[in-house]
Nanobody, 125 residues
């Protein structure tokens, strides 16, 4: 169906920057939205940033002004540029896609949600 492959996670110093990438592949009919969720140690998973097919963006308050989400539509890829990183940004970051796909049967289905396996971001001295 759909595969989401994340890259760019790693260890970074406080105040540093990191860019995450997520490439979507498969029989995609339509992408309604792509974005990033994260789950830190002992915390619930939360939406970090999302971008819709129309280009509208949403950010959680804690990252607003520091993170930027953008996309390359031709490559079905979404990016998360993370600047001024803080220790509390430490988390596993998951790529998310919502859209329509073609099943192996040939059926067209919409409103499907897909998740990447996650990439670890550690912000520490």
């Amino acid at each position: 169906q759909v595969q989401l492959v994340e890259s760019g996670g790693g260890l970074v110093q406080p105040g540093g920057s990191l860019r995450l990438s997520c490439a979507a592949s498969g029989s995609i009919l339509r992408i309604d939205a792509m974005g990033w969720y994260r789950q830190g140690p002992g915390k619930q998973r939360e939406l970090v940033a999302a971008i819709t097919s129309g280009g509208s963006t949403n950010y959680t308050d804690s990252v607003k002004g520091r993170f930027t989400i953008f996309r390359d539509n031709a490559k079905n890829t979404v990016f998360l540029q993370m600047n001024s990183l803080k220790p509390e940004d430490t988390a596993v970051y998951y790529c998310y896609l919502r859209g329509g796909v073609v099943l192996t049967s040939g059926a067209h289905v919409y409103g499907m949600d897909y998740w990447g396996k996650g990439t670890l971001v550690t912000v520490s001295s």
